[in-house]
């Protein structure tokens, strides 16, 4: 009895020790963190840090918008899939006025434009302008938080074509990413009956599942395009460089888009569909308007955060990206949420949270 009672003793003295020993771990893992947190913040000047947090503000808060806005456009009687795509062009003059007074105040000359470089531009400009017009047919038959949740698979196809183009690392956890928001996107095509809208026929609302997927594999092609014209043309050299190519691509893209605009005649057509616009033409206008800041702020941020953080920081981002435009959608647009969607967007935001780890290891395939 009393050898039983030694032996417990020695037991919960052990256990008591584990626990200590578990909870000083705990602690300093927090301090490592905070530290390595605040030699991070000390690494940088102050005005990194401002660029940083207004580039996070403009993916986490425009981008959703921008998305937004254009459901609400179709929702409320906007019918031309051309001008919704030439509005979120519209803005390249944003990026050039920031651009233009650190050529007059930071003493930066511009980038010579080479031949090279600007057939880049323009060939990514036309890639921009096939991508806006998919995702705006995407909108015009799709809930916008359905919507979102297919253009999260942009990720997987940058990934690979990343891998491709670049030579990008493809590991494990980065394939293992690919096939979870790929399962992802399979439940919400099984589920496509619980959020078409009762306007929208079953052929539309499949064509626009495709448009978005579509518009996600260009959209991973142009972000690996626009990796390879950094490398081989223009490399990190400062931020100027950044909205350079911002600028020179939207510019593009806009000209692309106008001829398309003009030869569908939707120019013509705007004054008509404002009349009928639910609210008026102040309301259309607003959308309109909105829709082309909101859009080159998301772009700008996106760009900033590649540029001042990495691509793992932006693929976070990015992720959380898309639960906040679903969750806004349900919210705001009252956007039917069943279970298999949240199903879906849990399996996604896993599927980012993979990536992220893949690419921040970088732990390379045996």
């Known amino acids: 009895m009393q050898e039983l009672l030694l032996e417990k003793g020695e037991k919960m003295e052990q256990e008591s020790t ?3 020993s578990s909870k000083f771990s705990s602690l300093q893992w927090v301090f490592k963190v905070k530290n390595m947190a605040w030699e991070a913040y000390k690494s940088k000047p102050f005005s990194h840090w401002v660029l940083l947090f207004l580039s996070s503000f403009g993916m986490l808060v425009a981008f959703p918008a921008s998305s937004l806005l254009s459901r609400v456009y179709f929702a409320n009687g906007g019918t031309s899939k051309w001008i919704i795509s030439w509005v979120a062009v519209a803005g390249w003059p944003i990026p ?3 651009l233009f007074p650190m050529y007059l105040f930071h003493k930066t000359s511009p980038t010579p434009l080479s031949l090279q470089l600007f ?3 323009v060939f990514l400009g036309f890639l921009s302008a096939a991508d806006n017009l998919m995702y705006a047919y995407a909108y015009a038959y799709l809930p916008a938080s359905t919507a979102a949740l297919l253009a999260s698979s942009s990720l997987a196809f940058s990934a690979l074509f990343g891998f491709w183009i670049v ?3 493809l590991n494990a956890s980065v394939i293992n990413a690919i096939v979870i928001i790929t399962a992802a996107m399979t439940i919400i095509a099984l589920d496509s009956d619980s959020d078409r809208y009762p306007y929208v026929s079953n052929s539309q609302y499949i064509w626009g599942f495709v448009w978005d997927i ?3 594999a260009l959209h991973g092609l142009i972000f690996a395009l626009s990796e390879w014209v950094f490398i081989k043309f223009l490399g990190r050299r400062s931020f100027h460089v950044v909205l350079e190519q911002q600028v020179m691509v939207s510019f593009c893209a806009f000209l692309f888009t106008t001829i398309g605009v003009i030869i569908n005649k939707d120019f013509q057509g705007m004054a008509s569909e404002a009349k009928n616009f639910k609210g008026g033409v102040t309301a259309y206008s607003l959308v309109l308007i909105w829709s082309v800041i909101t859009f080159q702020l998301g772009v700008l941020g996106a760009t900033g955060i590649l ?15 898309v639960p906040v435009t679903s969750i806004a959608a349900v919210i705001l647009l009252n956007d039917p949420m069943s279970g298999f969607k949240i199903l879906s967007l849990v399996i996604t935001f896993w599927g980012f949270a993979s990536y992220i780890y893949g690419t921040s290891t970088g732990s390379k395939l045996p």
């Open 167 to 169: 030579n990008n690392k």
């Open 214 to 216: 579509l518009g996600s």
């Open 18 to 20: 584990g626990s200590g």
């Open 119 to 121: 057939c880049s531009y």
């Open 307 to 321: 540029f001042l953080a990495s691509t793992v920081m932006a693929g976070v981002l990015n992720a959380v990206r």
């Open 96 to 98: 050039a006025l920031i």
